[in-house]
């Protein structure tokens, strides 16, 4: 008997060990994953390295691993590349996830010193990505899931596209949050440089006039504290102070706002009574409280009882009036209270992802996923399932990217504006494999730029360089098609292609780049990869100075030089484009500017400047005075 009291008192001791362990385990865990998601937030990316660094100090393997991938890009710790790939390597061994994402990074790009084929280095890394995706690294989860997507092998890519929104969404708040257009190393890239963007200063001039009681400069500073800027953390409590501001000034936007940020978030003290706030703003207009009113009544408030009729009729006025929110809300009752209204739900919820919801994106994947999953069991070897895993693929994967990561986008510019170019560049890099257009532009700007810090060869550069501008033209970009063009015209990267590379620059017209015009335009003119067609050329330059007036001297340059061409070869009977004018070139300088573009030779700009000499040497021989005879 005692034995048996003592064997089970002995049990019930290692089970109660066991479940302390596990606990702890559990929040290490949640605590580690905190810590690494805190790496990609610039404001937050110390702390989250400390973290780490505490527990690697104590033999963690998993907090080493996670800092191999902060020393590769920066994050919360001085960039170190050779550092990072040391500790990869060796941690690999031991089995740390993420040390593989880390290391299959240096590998896609030729970062690692080891001399092998690209085809061999790329295999390496896809196998590393997916030794990390294993263990539930969503960055190696969407690296992989894109490899797979290229070689067109759709169910995997459907696979780890699913688990990396799997693991972002929990964090993505169900409010509509506009992301900030993102910034570009080149401002000639940036598409939205002339609207502007409000810098600091702009700000605390606002939020100085709110303080000074201005209602309006108070809603627009709630706004961007609660959104958060460039060199701006998120605020929300602040953005609830100054919205309370606003509302005693009767403003019915503060209202809604004011109303939206309390049902969402635990604040101890709220004071307000949110449904009279919004009553009262419904009662002078705002249709947008609706919404607010809907999703009050759709989970309960404070004394507010959950009250399923109430929201529906509140949501419906609110979709009927375009409130974005109202849709995603609407839709989330017609799933919650399971009255067989699926398809109009995901028709809600079409209308809200299609302006960015990403809530709104994930439930409609999830949707189809199980969709593709019943008409895979019943029709085997179908276009129709092809073509769903492809947009449900597509809808997967633009909810990952809203995953913390992309606050890297912001660090890196601000490393570039700082003169951390290497920095920048290792982030943009990373950001560009995972699918963000901004970074393929930034990173082959970088690039191109010759002082990257981390690759040591023209070569090398060259052939990173064509990687990130053939990523930057599959997603649509012009300056990508440009690029590729001026790449194989010279031959840096990849064997030189007169054919391709006017193909390329035709392309990059198509989609209204005055460039590309301009250098498929030179090319048609001389001949060069294309037949010649010096009338066609003519009607190119043409087109090309209706589209850009920055392009207007270079094309009226170019058109003199033209009609000089024509005149003296129809005078003289010569053909002046039948002779080899060429001198040493002048050096690439990345579609920069129209008078060094890719495809203007040297003797070009010395032409126009002699041209403008004599035209000059004439206009003032005419002009001198006779003498009187």
Same mark, same amino acid.
């Given at each position: 008997?005692?034995?048996?009291?003592?064997?089970?008192?002995?049990?019930?001791?290692?089970?109660?060990?066991?479940?302390?362990?596990?606990?702890?385990?559990?929040?290490?865990?949640?605590?580690?994953?905190?810590?690494?998601?805190?790496?990609?937030?610039?404001?937050? #990316?110390?702390?989250?390295?400390?973290?780490?660094?505490?527990?690697?100090?104590?033999?963690?393997?998993?907090?080493?691993?996670?800092?191999?991938?902060?020393?590769?890009?920066?994050?919360?710790?001085?960039?170190?590349?050779?550092?990072?790939?040391?500790?990869?390597?060796?941690?690999?061994?031991?089995?740390?996830?993420? *040390?593989?994402?880390?290391?299959?990074?240096?590998?896609?790009?030729?970062?690692?010193?080891?001399?092998?084929?690209?085809?061999?280095?790329?295999?390496?890394?896809?196998?590393?990505?997916?030794?990390?995706?294993?263990?539930?690294?969503?960055? #190696?989860?969407?690296?992989?899931?894109?490899?797979?997507?290229?070689?067109?092998?759709?169910?995997?890519?459907?696979?780890?596209?699913?688990?990396?929104?799997?693991?972002?969404?929990?964090?993505?708040?169900?409010?509509?949050?506009?992301?900030?257009?993102?910034?570009?190393?080149?401002?000639?890239?940036?598409?939205?440089?002339?609207?502007?963007?409000?810098?600091?200063?702009?700000?605390?001039?606002?939020?100085?006039?709110?303080?000074?009681? !201005?209602?309006?400069?108070?809603?627009?500073?709630?706004?961007?504290?609660?959104?958060?800027?460039?060199?701006?953390?998120?605020?929300?409590?602040?953005?609830?102070?100054?919205?309370?501001?606003?509302?005693?000034?009767?403003?019915?936007?503060?209202?809604?706002?004011?109303?939206?940020?309390?049902?969402?978030?635990?604040?101890? !003290?709220?004071?307000? !009574?949110?449904?009279?706030?919004?009553?009262?703003?419904?009662?002078?207009?705002?249709?947008?409280?609706?919404?607010?009113?809907?999703?009050?009544?759709?989970?309960?408030?404070?004394?507010?009882?959950?009250?399923?009729?109430?929201?529906?009729?509140?949501?419906?006025?609110?979709?009927?009036?375009?409130?974005?929110?109202?849709?995603?809300?609407?839709?989330?009752?017609?799933?919650?209270?399971?009255?067989?209204?699926?398809?109009?739900?995901?028709?809600?919820?079409?209308?809200?992802?299609?302006?960015?919801?990403?809530?709104?994106?994930?439930?409609?994947?999830?949707?189809?996923?199980?969709?593709?999953?019943?008409?895979?069991?019943?029709?085997?070897?179908?276009?129709?399932?092809?073509?769903?895993?492809?947009?449900?693929?597509?809808?997967?994967?633009?909810?990952?990217?809203?995953?913390?990561?992309?606050?890297?986008?912001?660090?890196?510019?601000?490393?570039? &504006?700082?003169?951390?170019?290497?920095?920048?560049?290792?982030?943009?890099?990373?950001?560009? !494999?995972?699918?963000?257009?901004?970074?393929?532009?930034?990173?082959?700007?970088?690039?191109?730029?010759?002082?990257?810090?981390?690759?040591?060869?023209?070569?090398?550069?060259?052939?990173? *360089?064509?990687? &990130?501008?053939?990523?930057?033209?599959?997603?649509?970009?012009?300056?990508?098609?440009?690029?590729?063009?001026?790449?194989?015209?010279?031959?840096?990267?990849?064997?030189?292609?007169?054919?391709?590379?006017?193909?390329?620059?035709?392309?990059?017209?198509?989609?209204?780049?005055?460039?590309?015009?301009?250098?498929?335009?030179?090319?048609?003119?001389?001949?060069?990869?294309?037949?010649?067609?010096?009338?066609?050329?003519?009607?190119?330059?043409?087109?090309?100075?209706?589209?850009?007036?920055?392009?207007?001297?270079?094309?009226?340059? *170019?058109?003199?030089?033209?009609?000089?061409?024509?005149?003296?070869?129809?005078?003289?009977?010569?053909?002046?484009?039948?002779?080899?004018?060429?001198?040493?070139?002048?050096?690439?300088?990345?579609?920069?500017?129209?008078?060094?573009?890719?495809?203007?030779?040297?003797?070009?700009?010395?032409?126009?400047?002699?041209?403008?000499?004599?035209?000059?040497?004439?206009?003032?021989?005419?002009?001198?005075?006779?003498?009187?005879?």
């Amino acid at each position: 008997m005692r034995t048996m009291r003592s064997d089970i008192g002995l049990l019930s001791i290692l089970i109660l060990v066991g479940s302390v362990y596990g606990a702890e385990l559990t929040k290490w865990q949640n605590q580690r994953e905190e810590a690494v998601f805190a790496l990609f937030r610039p404001q937050d #990316a110390s702390r989250g390295a400390l973290i780490l660094q505490d527990a690697a100090s104590q033999g963690n393997v998993d907090a080493e691993s996670d800092l191999t991938l902060a020393m590769l890009l920066g994050m919360g710790v001085p960039q170190d590349i050779d550092a990072a790939e040391k500790s990869s390597s060796s941690l690999v061994e031991g089995g740390g996830a993420r *040390a593989h994402t880390t290391l299959g990074l240096l590998l896609a790009h030729n970062l690692t010193g080891a001399e092998m084929t690209e085809e061999k280095r790329q295999s390496q890394a896809l196998s590393h990505y997916i030794l990390a995706a294993m263990s539930n690294d969503p960055i #190696a989860q969407m690296l992989a899931g894109w490899h797979y997507l290229k070689v067109g092998d759709c169910d995997a890519a459907l696979q780890y596209f699913r688990r990396a929104a799997l693991a972002v969404i929990p964090s993505v708040p169900e409010e509509m949050m506009p992301q900030d257009s993102p910034r570009y190393v080149w401002p000639e890239d940036d598409q939205f440089a002339e609207e502007g963007r409000m810098t600091l200063d702009e700000f605390h001039y606002i939020e100085l006039m709110a303080q000074h009681g !201005d209602a309006d400069a108070a809603l627009k500073t709630a706004f961007i504290l609660y959104r958060g800027m460039p060199g701006l953390p998120r605020d929300v409590r602040g953005a609830v102070g100054y919205l309370r501001q606003a509302v005693k000034e009767n403003s019915t936007s503060a209202m809604v706002i004011l109303s939206s940020i309390l049902l969402r978030h635990d604040f101890p !003290d709220i004071e307000e !009574d949110v449904l009279g706030l919004l009553q009262t703003a419904l009662d002078f207009g705002e249709q947008s409280a609706h919404a607010f009113l809907g999703l009050l009544y759709l989970n309960g408030f404070r004394g507010v009882p959950k009250d399923l009729a109430k929201a529906k009729i509140h949501l419906t006025q609110g979709v009927m009036h375009g409130v974005a929110e109202a849709f995603y809300l609407l839709g989330k009752l017609y799933e919650e209270d399971n009255i067989g209204k699926s398809d109009e739900a995901i028709a809600l919820w079409l209308e809200s992802a299609s302006i960015g919801h990403v809530p709104s994106a994930f439930r409609i994947a999830e949707s189809y996923w199980q969709e593709l999953h019943r008409v895979a069991t019943n029709v085997d070897n179908t276009v129709f399932p092809q073509e769903l895993c492809q947009s449900v693929v597509y809808i997967y994967r633009e909810v990952a990217l809203s995953g913390d990561w992309h606050y890297l986008l912001e660090s890196a510019y601000d490393d570039y &504006v700082n003169g951390h170019v290497r920095t920048a560049l290792m982030k943009y890099l990373l950001m560009s !494999d995972l699918g963000y257009p901004s970074a393929h532009v930034n990173a082959g700007r970088l690039l191109d730029s010759g002082n990257d810090g981390i690759y040591n060869t023209e070569e090398a550069l060259h052939h990173q *360089a064509v990687k &990130v501008w053939q990523k930057a033209a599959e997603t649509g970009t012009a300056t990508g098609y440009v690029r590729l063009g001026d790449l194989h015209y010279y031959g840096q990267g990849v064997p030189q292609d007169l054919t391709l590379a006017f193909m390329y620059y035709n392309n990059a017209s198509m989609l209204g780049s005055a460039h590309g015009l301009f250098n498929a335009a030179q090319m048609v003119e001389w001949g060069e990869g294309v037949e010649q067609n010096v009338t066609k050329a003519r009607e190119m330059y043409q087109s090309a100075g209706e589209l850009s007036e920055d392009a207007h001297v270079p094309i009226t340059l *170019a058109l003199l030089r033209l009609e000089l061409f024509l005149r003296l070869n129809a005078t003289l009977g010569l053909d002046l484009y039948a002779v080899d004018w060429s001198l040493p070139s002048l050096k690439d300088q990345g579609g920069h500017s129209f008078f060094v573009s890719a495809s203007m030779p040297a003797w070009d700009i010395i032409l126009m400047v002699v041209l403008a000499v004599i035209i000059t040497a004439m206009v003032a021989l005419r002009a001198r005075p006779t003498g009187n005879r």
